[in-house]
């Protein structure tokens, strides 16, 4: 068996872009971001990519299948700061795989919204 033919094909098409600043070394902070994802999400994300970029980018942006506009799930200079992991997963959960539960993920937030701690 070849190698190419022992390759999983991924279950999506779904591609999340993970913009980072170079001058500000944000790779790590990026490749821990697209760790998250891709440990969450496995097979329900074709790629995560890691893309450099300057002047203080730091840019998440899903795309759901070939041909579509990226959706803008978190960028830094519009909402500050880098992203919680939490919401984001939730946002490409949401896009991606809406009948996936996050376990822990989605109870806190529920008990968040609740009002109780």
Request: proline content about 9%; aromatic content about 6%.
């Amino acid at each position: 068996m070849s190698e190419a033919s022992a390759t999983p094909e991924p279950s999506s098409d779904a591609r999340v872009t993970i913009t980072y600043c170079t001058q500000c070394r944000w790779l790590m902070r990026a490749a821990w971001v697209a760790q998250e994802l891709l440990q969450t999400f496995r097979t329900r994300l074709g790629e995560v990519a890691l893309v450099p970029g300057t002047d203080g980018v730091f840019r998440v942006e899903l795309v759901r299948s070939p041909g579509e506009e990226p959706v803008l799930l978190w960028d830094r200079k519009i909402e500050g700061g880098f992203p919680e992991i939490p919401p984001l997963k939730k946002a490409v959960r949401d896009a991606v795989a809406p009948d996936m539960a996050l376990g822990h993920t989605d109870r806190v937030t529920s008990a968040d919204q609740s009002g109780t701690p």
